[in-house]
């Protein structure tokens, strides 16, 4: 078992460009969250996917958006990035109808200059 | 606003001490509750969970922690410090749900003195 698998793992983008980040989730789950850790803070909800729709929402702009594919992996996609969104991005998987806790993936470091 | 409040963002002890590293959950409503380990570089690894068994949890590597409704704490306790054990460390709650949002506190860094 893979657990939850993360791409790329550090990836240097310059202010106003976009970004995609890439999330497969851990066999059997369905359901996929994002979370963004700035450095020295506990991570923050963005949101989370099941069934190929965005189904909870966290306190962030429209610049960050989502996307999950039917075999349940999933983006997340930053637009016109801020140095303020340098931070680690986290993948969780969990699965919604065994009601299982979330598995993280190792994460993506976005450095924005 | 629900909230989770981890005292201490430091803490440091002696190998082979006691580990307390404490979490407080602002909510009326009965919480999932979960401590997750986060080394240097790396994603969060669960250590233990509450979700409304047996009050006192145990987890891996010897940690252990117990929900007290009346306090509304879930402390996480480990009898003997390891050096392995030095990490940062996360208290998170989620409400309806373990497969929920996350709300994190924001984090204690163990330190273990040899």
């Known amino acids: 078992d893979a657990g939850v698998t993360q791409s790329p793992t550090h990836l240097i983008k310059t202010r106003g460009q976009q970004v995609t980040l890439r999330c497969s989730p851990k066999s059997g789950h369905d359901t996929v969250s994002w979370y963004q850790q700035a450095l020295g803070q506990g991570p923050q909800f963005i949101f989370q996917y099941y069934e190929e729709e965005e189904r909870q929402r966290g306190n962030f702009p429209d610049r960050f958006s989502g996307h999950q594919f039917p075999n349940y992996s999933s983006e997340l996609n930053v637009n016109a990035l801020l140095l303020g969104d340098s931070a680690l991005y986290l993948c969780?998987?969990?699965?919604?109808?065994?009601?299982?806790?979330?598995?993280f993936g190792q994460g993506t470091r976005l450095t924005v200059v | 606003a629900q909230s989770v409040t981890q005292l201490g963002s430091h803490v440091s002890v002696s190998e082979g001490a006691l580990v307390l590293l404490r979490c407080n959950y602002s909510s009326s409503v009965p919480p999932y509750l979960f401590w997750y380990v986060q080394y240097p570089n790396q994603g969060l690894q669960l250590l233990l969970k509450y979700t409304s068994a047996a009050t006192l949890v145990k987890g891996i590597n010897g940690f252990e922690a117990e929900f007290k409704k009346s306090e509304t704490s879930f402390h996480l306790t480990k009898p003997s410090a390891h050096m392995s054990d030095a990490a940062e460390y996360f208290c998170?709650?989620?409400?309806?749900?373990?497969?929920?949002?996350?709300?994190f506190g924001t984090g204690t860094l163990l330190a273990v003195q040899p």
């Open positions: 969780a998987s969990s699965h919604r109808q065994v009601n299982t806790e979330a598995f």
């Open positions: 998170a709650v989620s409400y309806g749900g373990a497969t929920n949002k996350l709300i």
